[in-house]
């Protein structure tokens, strides 16, 4: 499996956190799991973190068969509506985005 995760790196502007969440909840989240191939959907705020630690207030991780997966994901058309709706979120945080990918390792 490959997990592909979007750190988002900076602060949610004060007063903006609920308002935040919900964009995702309502706007976003339906986008995400529209992604072909996706098999899982997180969506992770921090509660807390080690001191002098970065701040990431949101982690969006998703999970795919493969890299083959990933990659028709990455070229969808709901992938690029998403990253349009992406903008209206961007309006209630600052800071930037950067994205991993891991390889899940075998339970066995």
Known sequence: MIIRQAFFEGSIHAGCE???????????LPMWLAFPGVKEVRVLY???????????????STMYDGRDALAAALESQ???????????????????????????ADDG
């Open 18 to 28: 609920q308002a935040f969440k919900s964009y995702i909840a309502e706007k976003l």
């Open 46 to 60: 921090n509660i807390e973190r080690d001191e002098g630690a970065p701040h990431y207030p949101l982690v969006l």
């Open 78 to 104: 709901v992938r690029y509506e998403s990253r349009e709706m992406t903008k209206g979120l961007l309006e209630m945080f600052t800071g930037h985005i950067h994205h991993h990918v891991f390889d899940l």
